[in-house]
């Protein structure tokens, strides 16, 4: 589904990705974790074009990226900043959104899903963190791509909308799925994930279960195990 070798990409003299290899070939979810700017988002945007590499090959679903944007029609992806115009109302960007990308959507049982029918003729720059949040998930999760990656999908949730969530992560990856997904909450990430992938100055330091990773650090915690790689590494 992914292959990407020898990735390099630094922003000025700062250097975040550093020869990374990574192969996902195995449909399920896949947690990208690190400490903050370890280059999660970095390597998500490089996946999909938006960050160009100097160095190094990525391939999706078969298809070289490089400046080539055809195969992110295969992808639903969930930006950890929606940049949302404020004026707008819920119903008109999900309209917007629907027309762009001319596939059948499923957005009224996502809408119904995440009880968002109150706030449909609400303007966008007056909803709550949390409600502009699940906007974002319905505008993520409305078409059905093999591939959904996700940047921070539990930011600002509630605890009642982290359970839905994860069942709608859940039921997707039951299709088939390949799904990434990057989150700072780890019970979260614990529960979710089929494989972890942790990244440590610029390369994929680990890659597996996490009970892989609780075996590899001797913590039966998962959160310690995390927090041990990072202090015997000093990130
Ligand atoms: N467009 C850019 N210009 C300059 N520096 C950038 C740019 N994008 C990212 N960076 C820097 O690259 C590093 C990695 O950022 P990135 O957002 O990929 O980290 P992250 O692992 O996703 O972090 P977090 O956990 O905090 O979300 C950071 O130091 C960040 O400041």
Do not use: W
């Not at 975040?16 to 280059?39: D, F, K, Y």
């Not at 949302?84 to 008109?92: A, D, G, Q, R």
């Amino acid at each position: 589904m992914i292959t990407i070798t020898n990735l390099h990409k630094q922003f000025g003299n700062l250097k975040v990705l550093n020869g990374l290899n990574l192969q996902i070939t195995e449909a399920g979810i896949i947690a990208i974790l690190g400490p903050n700017g370890s280059g999660k988002t970095t390597l998500i945007k490089s996946i999909l074009g938006m960050v160009l590499p100097q160095q190094g090959e990525i391939k999706v679903i078969d298809s070289k990226v490089h400046k080539r944007y055809g195969y992110r029609q295969k992808i639903d992806y969930l930006p950890q900043i929606a940049n949302f115009p404020s004026n707008l109302k819920v119903k008109e960007l999900i309209e917007m959104v629907k027309d762009l990308r001319g596939q059948s959507p499923r957005d009224k049982e996502l809408i119904q899903l995440f009880k968002l029918e109150p706030y449909l003729d609400k303007k966008l720059g007056k909803l709550s963190g949390g409600s502009r949040q699940k906007v974002n998930l319905v505008l993520c999760f409305m078409f059905d791509s093999p591939l959904i990656i996700l940047d921070e999908p539990t930011s600002g949730l509630d605890p009642v909308s982290l359970i839905r969530l994860r069942e709608l992560i859940q039921q997707e990856k039951e299709k088939g799925k390949t799904i990434l997904i990057t989150s700072h909450i780890m019970s979260f990430v614990e529960e979710i994930s089929d494989r972890i992938i942790f990244l440590l100055e610029g390369k994929i330091y680990f890659k597996g279960t996490v009970n892989d990773l609780k075996t590899v650090t001797g913590e039966p915690n998962f959160e310690h195990a995390i927090a041990k790689i990072l202090t015997s590494n000093h990130a």
